[in-house]
């Protein structure tokens, strides 16, 4: 008998159909039934290492987690129960015992970024314990401009290694030692910059709880900041990126959620970490032309066309179409490469075009 | 996914460190430019595993609950004292000779020795340490006459259960990786003995090795595996010597299988069969999720048949005399048994029984009790402590479920009442704490928390600290992703629950 790839499922004792191959995870949030989770990100295999989307499914002896456990017909599951609420009691007890928190017993600290396990500890009565004091290495010594690593607030979800493994293909970072000293680290515990790392900061983005922040970005973001999406231009892909800024400053970039843009949360190096150009003092903000007392005057973009245009005839006539040649951009769209072109050969008549990533 | 090629250079990481003497920047790069594995991954893995992540040469001082009990941290102290490094490391199935150590090249050395034994040769045991070898291969060929549905069929009969600690009917797995649609197939013998309490699979290894690759080789036959591979512990340096030289002869026997050998660097949790996978993959030591199981996704991918020591050591005799005649050799459930004793008694060592003998049966065989009993873990540090009132309970595995505790390796420890039974609990619980993998958080910080805990505890005598240990123990068998994290709280609510004067304020 060939099985159907569609069934139906039941969970929390309503139905709900599923397909084959699909997770309790996946059909649960298809349909607005909220399972939490740390170390999931749709973009990799699930890990099920957190521990926090532990769920009961019915014939199974054990908790079950969520984000891998897969559906199959008939299945019957509970997201809710006395016995699911004093796990996440306890667990997220325990995480708070092995992270900074703000004072002794306080919810686990919000840094740059949002700590999603502050939000999950807000939602219980956690359990006074102690502070295991895991010994997890820091990397004191990495001097790259961009990423900080702060052990106290990691969970070990290996999110981090994981999307540099199977998202980026870059293994820049892994887990390393054991038990209650495992970390984040780089081969020899190296800078970041003496490693395959490319800068992406993709780590930073799948980090649930703040571990992994941006270097220069505030530690402790001002509450009002505003968010504007934009399309990223330093390249033709046309990666979607947000904006955030207060007071009308730059003071961070991340990328839109996994799924939501073309870019799926990613984002790399320029796009991400590339912004002090933008409150930069030598940074041009209108046209400047160099007028005959050698100094640069602003002036309007109509101006500045028509300047260099006469400026171009004026060597075409005096030596010829092809004195004349034309570099054109790698942040340049396709579109924006086939003007330029056109601009060389049919409007200048020749065919010194180039591109700067075509060598 | 990695390619074929990639997957290869993976698998070979762990064996080029150990041959660069332990984890370096160097050693990481030359590793990397061998295989092209990245250097993180090199790094990150080698970093699991402590005979490697390390580089320098040392004593290794076991410090395992009878190692602990027989003196250990002043044999420590001692050697420090005379300008040599000690390394206190995790139990080195050598419970027999504790104070067991390891000198810097990983030769046993022993400092206090008491008179060990194994149950003298008898011809109607299966596996008869005590015996002479065969070196014939007779039931191999037998086995092979008979073709692999009969075979099974005897296994069935026989009742044999995995020696390995869960005690998993054997017969189901081979019959699981036949019915898998992929031809390409492993059989994996687990010689990663290291729970404390626990040297069985030594002495087999020492003794009869030969008994051991014949049963693999009966299962590889049977399940159609081209490659055997046999995954033993690092520190067995004299169990390998001895391993090799019965493959020497195993290999023509058996021809065209193959039998592979794999160290291991020095990791309890690879004992795990999913965690040992990963190992022999040339990754960290972490347990998989289960489903799928390795006999039907497990070494690279394909179907494998995981089979402990002792477990494929039993298969030879069951195949020459019957499913039968091997069921009857148990007491209580099928078989007969390989119970490791140690502690307090006179002649610890490893004796063949019927499965069901009692504690008081077995410290018969080891020469009696030394001093006052009051307590006895069954089965490794996993199986907790009970308290000398079963002491005519029969070893086997569903009495010991039934008690709360389980038989898992059979790695019987007799402590006497000069024990502290709190401190006994804190020596179990260093154990679960440096030997978690740090994957899964109930596990990674649980251990972590109840052995802070008893330690305060201990040193204080106030109760406090361990208000919440029930809490975070219920917890770490609920959450964790594998058998460790399940059972390391086990030790400590064992022995709060049968010895609860040990436990009071003092």
């Known amino acids: 008998m060939i099985k159907s790839n569609s069934f139906t499922v039941e969970i929390n004792g309503q139905t709900y159909s599923a397909d084959a191959g699909e997770t309790v995870y996946e059909v649960a949030q298809r349909n607005g039934v909220e399972i939490p989770t740390l170390c999931h990100d749709p973009r990799l295999d699930p890990a099920g290492a957190c521990r926090v989307c532990l769920v009961e499914v019915e014939g199974q002896r054990r908790l ?50 949002v700590n999603q396990l502050r939000e999950l500890c ?65 081969a020899g515990q190296r800078s970041l910059i003496d490693t395959s790392c490319e800068l992406c900061g993709g780590c930073i983005d799948t980090c649930p709880t703040g571990a992994l922040i941006e270097k220069k970005a505030p530690k402790l973001m001002p ?10 231009n330093f390249c033709g892909v046309g990666c979607q990126m947000d904006l955030h800024t207060h007071n009308n400053r730059l003071v961070k970039i991340t990328s839109p959620a996994p799924g939501e843009t073309l870019n799926d949360g990613n984002l790399c190096v320029k796009g991400r970490f ?31 066309i028509k300047v260099a245009s006469e400026g171009m005839n004026r060597v075409k006539a005096k030596y010829g179409s092809d004195a004349l040649g034309f570099v054109s951009s790698s942040r340049c769209t396709i579109e924006e490469n086939y003007l330029m072109q056109k601009l060389s050969r049919a409007a200048f008549g020749t065919n010194n075009i180039h591109q700067c990533a075509a060598t | 996914m990695l390619t074929h090629e990639a997957q290869r250079q993976r698998e070979r990481i762990l064996e080029l460190l150990e ?29 699991f595993y402590t005979l490697i992540n390390k580089p320098g040469r040392r004593v290794r001082i076991c410090d395992g609950l009878t190692c602990q009990m027989a003196g250990a941290d002043q044999l420590s102290a001692d050697l420090e004292a005379k300008g040599l490094p000690c390394e206190r490391v995790s139990c080195l199935a050598q419970c027999d000779r504790a104070p067991a150590t390891l000198d810097e090249d990983l030769e046993l050395v022993t400092y206090h020795g008491k008179e060990t034994g194994v149950t003298p040769d008898d011809p109607g045991l299966p596996m008869n340490l005590g015996g002479p070898v065969d070196e014939s291969y007779s039931s191999f060929a037998r086995a092979k006459e008979l073709g692999a549905e009969a075979v099974i069929e005897i296994l069935k009969e026989s009742g044999l ?21 992929e031809a390409e197939r492993y059989v994996i013998c687990n010689a990663d003995e290291g729970e404390p309490g626990t040297f069985k699979d030594r002495e087999i290894l020492l003794r009869q090795p030969t008994k051991m690759l014949e049963g693999l080789a009966i299962a590889a036959q049977a399940i159609g595996a081209k490659d055997i591979y046999i995954y033993i512990r690092g520190e067995f340096t004299n169990e390998r010597r001895s391993l090799e030289k019965a493959i020497e002869i195993a290999k023509e026997k058996i021809a065209p299988i193959k039998i592979h050998v794999a160290l291991g660097h020095g990791a309890y949790i690879c004992g795990e069969e999913t965690a040992l996978i990963e190992a022999l993959e040339g990754k960290r030591g972490m347990p998989r999720l289960k489903p799928p199981y390795p006999t039907e996704k497990g070494f ?120 502290d039974m709190a401190e006994a609990v804190k020596w179990q619980l260093i154990f679960f704490e440096r030997e978690s993998c740090g994957q899964c958080a109930p596990c990674r910080i649980g251990t972590r928390y109840l052995r802070r805990q008893v330690d305060q505890y201990v040193q204080l005598g106030d109760t406090a600290p361990l208000t919440y240990a029930e809490d975070v123990a219920w917890e770490m068998e609920e959450g964790s992703i594998c058998g460790l994290g399940m059972v390391a709280a086990k030790p400590l609510e064992s022995a709060q629950k049968h010895f609860p004067d040990a436990f009071k304020v003092r």
């Not at chain 1, 609420?85 to 840094?111: A, C, F, I």
């Not at chain 1, 219980?124 to 010994?135: F, G, H, Y």
């Not at chain 2, 259960?161 to 649609?181: D, I, M, Y």
Request: one cysteine or more.
């Open chain 1, 64 to 113: 079950q987690p969520g984000c891998a456990w897969k559906v199959d017909a008939d299945m019957k599951i509970q997201t809710e129960s006395d016995r699911i609420s004093r796990h996440r009691q306890v667990l997220y007890s325990m995480y708070m015992s092995d992270h900074r928190t703000d004072e002794e017993g306080g919810l686990p600290e919000e840094t740059g970024n």
């Open chain 1, 122 to 186: 807000a939602t219980i009565d956690p359990i006074p314990l102690e502070k295991v004091e895991a010994p997890r290495a820091a990397r004191p010594g990495d001097d790259n401009p961009y990423i900080e690593f702060d052990p106290e607030l990691c969970i070990l979800c290996a999110r981090c290694t994981r999307y540099c493994d199977e998202v980026e293909a870059v293994n820049a970072i892994t887990l390393a030692e054991r038990g209650s000293e495992t970390t984040i680290a780089t």
């Open chain 1, 223 to 232: 509450l009002e900041t505003k968010t504007t999406r934009t399309t990223c």
């Open chain 1, 274 to 304: 590339a912004y002090d150009f933008v409150h930069h003092e030598d940074r041009l903000t209108e046209p400047l032309i160099r007028r005959e007392d050698g100094q640069l005057h602003p002036a309007t973009w109509d101006e500045a």
């Open chain 2, 19 to 47: 041959h660069e003497g332990g984890v370096t920047e160097e050693s990481v790069r030359r590793v990397h430019k061998e295989t092209g594995v990245p250097e993180a991954d090199i790094w990150g893995t080698g970093m």
């Open chain 2, 161 to 181: 259960q995995g020696r390995g600690g869960a005690g998993f009917p054997a017969h189901f797995k081979w019959s699981s990786v036949l019915a898998q649609a």
């Open chain 2, 300 to 419: 690279r991918n394909k179907p494998t048949l995981m089979h402990n020591v002792e477990t494929a050591c039993c298969i030879p005799a069951i195949v020459d005399r019957g499913g039968e005649w091997f069921k009857k050799l148990g007491k209580t459930e099928a078989g007969s048994k390989l119970y490791c004793i140690s502690g307090h008694v006179n002649r610890p060592g490893v004796y063949e029984l019927p499965l069901g003998a009692s504690l008081d049966e077995l410290v018969d065989a080891a020469g009696g009790y030394e001093g006052n009993p009051q307590a006895f873990s069954p089965g490794g540090a996993s199986s907790g402590f009970l308290p000398m009132t079963y002491r005519d309970l029969p070893l086997d595995y569903k009495n010991l479920a039934d008690a709360g505790s389980m038989l898992g390796s059979a790695g019987v420890v007799v402590l006497n009442d000069s024990v």
